[in-house]
């Protein structure tokens, strides 16, 4: 399962990924939602793990963007933004359209529990269908 990490801290993208490759995942990486999507066109992964504040490109507008163009990509929106205004950026995450949210900072329990039932539950769903 290949999936796409997508945050503007090196170090967090660098860990998320150490994370997700010593757990049998293929992982490429991304700074923002603008070069994540170039890489879209090539990589197309399973999964997108996105940061929701980021230069270039910010989280909500990708996760606009993937729902529009790759409805069958798995979303998670990832932030340590939390409320600013008002504004709760991980709800507004899955309202536009993020399958799930996970404020940071975060275990790596809790990522590889969340990726393995967002896509336990694909593929639950796509058996389904089939019958």
């Known amino acids: 399962m290949k999936i796409l990490v997508i945050d503007d801290d090196h170090l ?7 994370i997700l490759q010593r757990n049998g995942y293929d992982v490429v990486t991304a700074a923002d939602g603008k070069r994540a999507m170039a890489l ?11 940061d929701i504040i980021m230069p270039e490109q910010e ?5 606009e963007k993937l729902r529009h ?13 939390g409320r600013i205004r ?3 950026f991980l709800e507004m995450a899955r309202s536009f359209g993020a399958d799930d ?4 900072p975060f275990e790596a329990e ?3 529990g969340r990726l393995h039932r967002l896509t336990t539950t694909e593929a639950a769903e ?4 089939s019958c």
Do not use: C, F, M
């Open 12 to 18: 967090v993208r660098y860990a998320i990924s150490k």
């Open 40 to 50: 879209l066109r090539v990589e197309l992964p399973d999964v997108v793990i996105t």
């Open 59 to 63: 989280g909500i507008e990708t996760i």
């Open 69 to 81: 163009e790759y409805p069958q990509i798995k979303i998670i929106a990832i932030s340590g933004g």
């Open 86 to 88: 008002n504004v709760d």
């Open 101 to 104: 949210v996970i404020a940071k």
């Open 110 to 112: 809790e990522l590889l």
């Open 126 to 129: 796509a058996v389904n269908k």
